[in-house]
């Protein structure tokens, strides 16, 4: 029998019981920070988390718990990437804690150990597994998503909302995301939609970062050392300022003495090849500053950089050092024959490695990058040119990061880096546990401005806004497994539409105070016409007055019932469309002026004489280079007192006139003094003149007909007799304003609260019209044709099922189906026509792909109709390259038939779009089922591409 205890009884203490938050933090050679402490508490308390840090913080200690968690637990945990390269690295850590028999990789292309309890994959793996109903999924407790501020990507960040909406609800979901400034509001999105999860944002760099500028071969510290103690932001370094303006003084006083600067040069001259790298690397060696990664954004950038290095003469790495790069080299490439490592330009890639030197991006060789990758994190490769993929979450932490340029491609248009590139860029600098500070080092040019350099630096967050957007596969996977409605509410949960929500919510609110203020001005508008005797009905011109100020006023009179100009607030509105058109005219004039100059400048040929009216410099001017660029045309002028230099359209007020011609010799004399003053002399004994009274002669046209009716109404109006009336026509003016200003809120609350629905609802237009979906008795059903379009996870998945369905690839061999399937996924990366009659001989190929060309143009009629955007045209630039490939012929022959424009496909393109390549064809083989003609042709194609340098990348 069981005594209760009493009070005075003794009590010996038991042993606390470990949680597996104790036995993973005892397990690691290092304490963990409170972020990640409190991280992995929640997550073991049943909690999601979103963790927010910065890039080197150690957020990814977080997903491993949850790796521990679900092995200790016996279930499933899904780590997920964005990229390829993070998937095989996080693999390889994995194994390297917990075994190969505990973890898995899927990155569509490749498999290993699918079954294990912890896979390792890309996020568009688990988000097809969602939509195929994978039994994989059954006893899955947790799913990381790494770098999951990636679902800001206009072309694949969908994919991570379609993942966070569709899993189970008892699956924890650990976000992992770099620094965002509304991590709160994204916390509260997946919240909404996942339940409980706890938001941990930690701003704090474990290692301090240092900003630096390098001014010649100075470097300079960006911020002022010696800040004044009042607090705020940091102030630009007067010393580095100082320096650049004599720089610059220097600069133009050289260009002077040379008699202008040269046409087609900036001020200090090129950039690019015109940079000095191997000062830059030898001045961040005497510093101190090695290993360091050199950001570029471009491939060629990145081998032009790295040839430079080499052509210097400099070594960075003892003997010693030099044979464990060749260790290292000789262990990655043992599967690559003589003739590959001959066609790859093994030994100059070496040669680089052996001086401490290498190149980073998508274009090399996967097996090269992977090399790269080691030997710069045992510290073999002390300066890496890199592009910007370098950045996203790949381990390769340096004590350095150059940045040459604040402007890159985005795939559209040069634009400025924003402040999370550069914060995402630079956060690469300073490696835990090595280094006391890192530094970020921005070199200057005369186009980089301090001030925009420290905007960035300062400048630690930014914003997360949603990419998500219905397409054709997603509507029919949503379409299939929840419905028409469903598939609207899933939209409507969406971040996107959260945010749009958001931003709704504060317009909202705007438009309720300007609808009071609007009813408050109506009341003292009326009460002070009353004041004055006016008939409230004249100030309002009815009952309702005029409905929208911004309105086109510009058609008719009507009856009178009909006048928008009635009533004194008509008269007020009156006014303002005077001044609007006004403006307008004014508007096009200066348009047209600026366009007649331009035209009359590019069409001014050599040896031309105009007259000058603006400006420094006026009278004659002889014409002695044609203008060039047709957008800005600039010709080279000498104007009779001696002054040459080019002018442009700023220096004309009307456009220029040819006033007569003088003959030059072959090559004028215009660079030295003497030279100058000939010409000039010549140019004044030809007797032309510049005509009197033209310089301040203005083009004029006739009066604009809408102003001549608006101001001959403006003054029969019978507002307008009315005097002392100041008062009201502030008012009035103040009413009309507030009533714009509610009428923009109505129209961005009517866009931004429909933009989804009213996407998804054209796309089902298109399928329904195709026969992927059809409406059974009001409900929208998927049909076998759409089942088939769910399995194709393509960015042409619609043009793919449409060519399946049309049997235009049935009776093509594994070549031809695989130079097809190419057309597909391959974009070139410059301009290029690439439709049939571009592919040579093969009869076969040449039809299939004219057949898919035409089901394309059918189908962009019918998105067109639907406006739906339409899918891009095939791009046959790869297709000969993979057939060839298919083929059995060699990696040189394959490579050359892929150039673009005369150049080769780089190798890391080549394995890159034949991964693809093998990726769709493997989707159509199990979308058609194995019994087919096009999946037996699907299937050898795949087995005859995975060979050599592929096949090694592959496996």
């Given at each position: 029998?069981?005594?209760?205890?009493?009070?005075?009884?003794?009590?010996?203490?038991?042993?606390?019981?470990?949680?597996?938050?104790?036995?993973?933090?005892?397990?690691?050679?290092?304490?963990?920070?409170?972020?990640?402490?409190?991280?992995?508490?929640?997550?073991?308390?049943?909690?999601?988390?979103?963790?927010?840090?910065?890039?080197?913080?150690?957020?990814?200690?977080?997903?491993?718990?949850?790796?521990?968690?679900?092995?200790?637990?016996?279930?499933?945990?899904?780590?997920?990437?964005?990229?390829?390269?993070?998937?095989?690295?996080?693999?390889?850590?994995l194994v390297e804690v917990h075994g190969e028999a505990a973890i898995g990789l899927l990155t569509g292309d490749t498999s290993i150990n699918s079954d294990a309890p912890i896979v390792v994959m890309t996020t568009e793996v688990v988000r097809n597994m969602i939509y195929a109903r994978s039994p994989a999924l059954r006893g899955l407790s947790h799913v990381v998503m790494d770098e999951v501020h990636f679902l800001a990507d206009r072309f694949r960040g969908a994919v991570w909302e379609e993942v966070i909406l569709h899993l189970e609800p008892s699956v924890r979901v650990v976000s992992l995301s770099a620094t965002v400034s509304n991590a709160e509001e994204f916390g509260d999105w997946i919240q909404t939609v996942?339940?409980?999860?706890?938001?941990?944002?930690?701003?704090?760099?474990?290692?301090?970062?240092?900003?630096?500028?390098?001014?010649?071969?100075?470097?300079?510290?960006?911020?002022?050392?010696?800040?004044?103690?009042?607090?705020?932001?940091?102030?630009?370094?007067?010393?580095?300022?100082?320096?650049?303006?004599?720089?610059?003084?220097?600069?133009?006083?050289?260009?002077?003495?040379?008699?202008?600067?040269?046409?087609?040069?900036?001020?200090?001259?090129?950039?690019?090849?015109?940079?000095?790298?191997?000062?830059?690397?030898?001045?961040?060696?005497?510093?101190?500053?090695?290993?360091?990664?050199?950001?570029?954004?471009?491939?060629?950038?990145?081998?032009?950089?790295?040839?430079?290095?080499?052509?210097?003469?400099?070594?960075?790495?003892?003997?010693?050092?030099?044979?464990?790069?060749?260790?290292?080299?000789?262990?990655?490439?043992?599967?690559?024959?003589?003739?590959?490592?001959?066609?790859?330009?093994?030994?100059?890639?070496?040669?680089?490695?052996?001086?401490?030197?290498?190149?980073?991006?998508?274009?090399?060789?996967?097996?090269?990058?992977?090399?790269?990758?080691?030997?710069?994190?045992?510290?073999?490769?002390?300066?890496?040119?890199?592009?910007?993929?370098?950045?996203?979450?790949?381990?390769?932490?340096?004590?350095?990061?150059?940045?040459?340029?604040?402007?890159?491609?985005n795939g559209e248009a040069h634009v400025d880096l924003s402040p999370?590139?550069?914060?995402?860029?630079?956060?690469?600098?300073?490696?835990?546990?090595?280094?006391?500070?890192?530094?970020?080092?921005?070199?200057?040019?005369?186009?980089?401005?301090?001030?925009?350099?420290?905007?960035?630096?300062?400048?630690?967050?930014?914003?997360?806004?949603?990419?998500?957007?219905?397409?054709?596969?997603?509507?029919?996977?949503?379409?299939?497994?929840?419905?028409?409605?469903?598939s609207r509410d899933l939209l409507n949960r969406s971040f996107a539409q959260f945010q749009a929500d958001r931003s709704v919510v504060g317009d909202a609110r705007k438009l309720d105070e300007q609808s009071v203020r609007l009813r408050r001005l109506d009341v003292q508008l009326i009460t002070a016409a009353e004041m004055r005797g006016i008939d409230p009905g004249v100030v309002t011109g009815g009952p309702d007055g005029p409905d929208d100020p911004d309105a086109d006023h510009s058609h008719g009179d009507g009856p009178d019932g009909d006048d928008p100009y009635r009533g004194f607030l008509g008269y007020i509105t009156l006014r303002e469309d005077i001044r609007r058109r006004e403006r307008e005219v004014r508007f096009e004039r200066r348009t047209n002026t600026h366009e007649n100059i331009a035209a009359e400048l590019a069409a001014l040929k050599r040896g031309a004489v105009i007259g000058l009216q603006g400006g420094r410099h006026r009278g004659l001017a002889v014409v002695l280079e044609t203008a060039g660029q047709p957008a800005d045309p600039r010709p080279l002028v000498l104007v009779e007192d001696g002054w040459c230099g080019r002018v442009g359209v700023r220096d004309f007020v009307n456009p220029p006139e040819v006033l007569g011609g003088m003959r030059l010799p072959k090559n004028p004399d215009r660079r030295t003094g003497r030279g100058r003053r000939d010409l000039a002399s010549a140019l004044r004994s030809t007797g032309i003149e510049v005509p009197k009274g033209r310089s301040r002669k203005r083009a004029t046209a006739g009066e604009d007909a809408e102003l001549v009716r608006l101001r001959q109404r403006l003054r029969a109006h019978p507002a307008h007799t009315i005097d002392g009336a100041d008062d009201l026509f502030r008012l009035a003016e103040q009413r009309n304003r507030v009533l714009r200003d509610i009428v923009?809120?109505?129209?961005?609350?009517?866009?931004?609260?429909?933009?989804?629905?009213?996407?998804f609802d054209h796309i089902v237009g298109v399928l329904s019209e195709l026969g992927y979906v059809e409406y059974v008795k009001g409900a929208v059903q998927v049909t076998p044709t759409g089942r088939l379009l769910s399995r194709i996870y393509s960015e042409s998945d619609l043009l793919v099922t449409e060519c399946i369905r049309a049997g235009v690839w049935d009776r093509l061999g594994p070549a031809d189906l695989a130079a097809v399937v190419a057309s597909m996924v391959f974009e070139s990366r410059r301009e290029s026509y690439s439709g049939a009659d571009a592919m040579p001989g093969n009869t076969a190929l040449r039809t299939a792909i004219a057949e898919t060309v035409e089901i394309w143009r059918d189908l962009t009629t019918v998105e067109n109709r639907h406006r739906v955007t339409p899918t891009r045209e095939p791009d046959t630039g790869f297709s000969i390259a993979v057939s060839l490939w298919v083929s059995g012929r060699s990696l040189a022959e394959s490579l050359a038939a892929a150039g673009e424009r005369g150049q080769l496909l780089s190798p890391g393109d080549f394995v890159r779009w034949n991964r693809q390549v093998v990726d769709l064809l493997e989707q159509i083989r199990l979308g058609v089922g194995d019994d087919s003609p096009l999946a037996a042709s699907a299937r050898s194609a795949v087995g005859s591409i995975r060979r050599g340098v592929v096949a090694a990348e592959l496996s």
């Open positions: 029998m069981l005594e209760a205890m009493t009070s005075s009884d003794h009590v010996l203490e038991q042993p606390a019981v470990p949680t597996a938050f104790d036995e993973f933090a005892e397990r690691l050679d290092f304490r963990l920070d409170d972020f990640q402490s409190r991280a992995c508490r929640a997550l073991e308390s049943g909690h999601g988390v979103l963790v927010c840090a910065p890039t080197g913080a150690g957020k990814t200690i977080v997903g491993e718990f949850a790796v521990h968690l679900a092995l200790a637990g016996g279930t499933k945990c899904f780590y997920t990437t964005p990229i390829k390269a993070l998937s095989n690295q996080k693999y390889h850590d996942r339940g409980d999860t706890t938001v941990i944002v930690d701003e704090h760099r474990p290692v301090p970062l240092s900003q630096h500028m390098l001014v010649g071969n100075r470097l300079f510290d960006l911020f002022d050392p010696h800040p004044d103690g009042h607090g705020g932001r940091a102030k630009v370094n007067p010393e580095l300022k100082r320096h650049i303006r004599h720089k610059i003084l220097l600069a133009e006083e050289h260009d002077d003495r040379r008699g202008g600067r040269r046409s087609g040069r900036g001020r200090g001259g090129g950039r690019g090849g015109g940079l000095p790298r191997p000062q830059v690397v030898a001045r961040l060696e005497r510093e101190g500053l090695l290993p360091a990664i050199g950001f570029i954004f471009s491939r060629v950038g990145c081998d032009a950089a790295l040839a430079q290095c080499l052509r210097s003469g400099l070594h960075l790495l003892t003997p010693e050092q030099v044979a464990e790069v060749d260790e290292v080299v000789d262990r990655h490439l043992t599967e690559l024959s003589p003739a590959d490592a001959d066609i790859l330009g093994v030994e100059e890639w070496r040669a680089g490695l052996r001086r401490g030197f290498a190149a980073h991006h998508a274009g090399l060789l996967p097996t090269f990058r992977h090399t790269v990758e080691e030997l710069f994190v045992r510290g073999l490769v002390r300066m890496v040119f890199a592009t910007e993929t370098l950045a996203l979450g790949i381990n390769m932490p340096a004590r350095s990061v150059v940045l040459e340029r604040l402007v890159k491609f999370g590139e550069f914060t995402q860029l630079t956060g690469r600098a300073g490696r835990r546990g090595i280094d006391v500070e890192g530094h970020a080092v921005v070199v200057w040019t005369p186009e980089i401005v301090p001030e925009q350099v420290a905007g960035l630096a300062g400048a630690r967050t930014f914003p997360l806004r949603s990419s998500f957007a219905p397409e054709y596969n997603m509507a029919v996977n949503l379409l299939g497994r929840l419905g028409l409605e469903g923009n809120i109505e129209r961005r609350i009517g866009e931004r609260t429909s933009t989804l629905g009213v996407t």
